[in-house]
């Protein structure tokens, strides 16, 4: 158990609305990333963040923001959802061991935009 | 730029059967890691391995077996004598590149059906 959590779990939205996700960590990881998962497409990076207020782009950016103010919660904010948002949301950590690392994931957040 | 290729979309197998799941990776760099995760049907993704491109040996764990072979960019993933129980879908994933920011690049994933 690599101690994430992620709030909401499950969530149903209307187009336009603005969605905050939660990723919150326990174990103080400096590495942190948000992927989406959809039917064909596998688990796609969204953005990720190697500190407090160090984030970056992933491969499926677009209409979606990050913010890490703290080392635990790495929240992912849709500013006005649409359908195409419609996913499973993965928050992943980064664990080091000596020159190996491994991401751990989440529990997963499933969003609905109607 | 990064990619995996997991042709295999489903797999039915009789349970204790053997099954290998085919992962074929292409990348320019020339240090990399590969991963397999599994995801059950409650959802949750399990790590299951890491291999960096400078170890080319198998390695066995239980029933598992991975058999990672850089001439032909592969890293296959064998279950012997299959139970229920290893009914998922199963990703293959690769990072690569400079930077230490190990970004995960997935294949689409097989899903594996294992039935009495």
């Known amino acids: 158990d690599a101690g994430i959590t992620q709030s909401p779990r499950h969530k149903v939205t209307e187009t336009g609305t603005p969605v905050t996700l939660r990723c919150h960590q326990t174990?103080?990881?400096?590495?942190m990333y948000w992927y989406r998962q959809d039917p064909g497409h596998g688990l796609r990076l969204i953005h990720y963040?190697?500190?407090?207020?160090?984030?970056d782009k992933g491969e499926v950016s677009d209409g979606y923001s990050v913010s890490r103010s703290k080392t635990e919660d790495f929240l992912l904010t849709l500013e006005s959802a649409t359908s195409s948002q419609t996913s499973v949301y993965f928050c992943?950590?980064?664990?080091?061991?000596?020159?190996?690392?491994?991401?751990?994931f989440g529990p997963g957040t499933r969003l609905t935009v109607l | 730029a990064q990619k995996v290729t997991q042709a295999q979309t489903e797999i039915s197998v009789v349970e204790k059967e053997d099954v290998t799941l085919d992962c074929v990776y292409e990348t320019r760099d020339t240090t990399y890691y590969l991963f397999w995760y599994k995801q059950p049907p409650s959802g949750e993704l399990v790590f299951l391995i890491r291999r960096n491109s400078f170890d080319e040996q198998n390695e066995i764990s239980g029933r598992y077996s991975w058999n990672f072979q850089k001439s032909t960019s592969s890293f296959n993933f064998t279950i012997t004598a299959s139970q229920v129980v290893d009914s998922a879908v199963y990703f293959c994933?690769?990072?690569?590149?400079?930077?230490?920011?190990?970004?995960?690049?997935f294949g689409t994933g097989t899903r594996l059906q294992v039935t009495l």
């Open positions: 992943a950590i980064r664990q080091t061991s000596g020159s190996s690392s491994e991401q751990f």
């Open positions: 174990e103080n990881h400096r590495y």
């Open positions: 963040s190697y500190g407090v207020k160090d984030t």
């Open positions: 994933a690769l990072s690569a590149g400079s930077g230490t920011a190990s970004k995960l690049t």
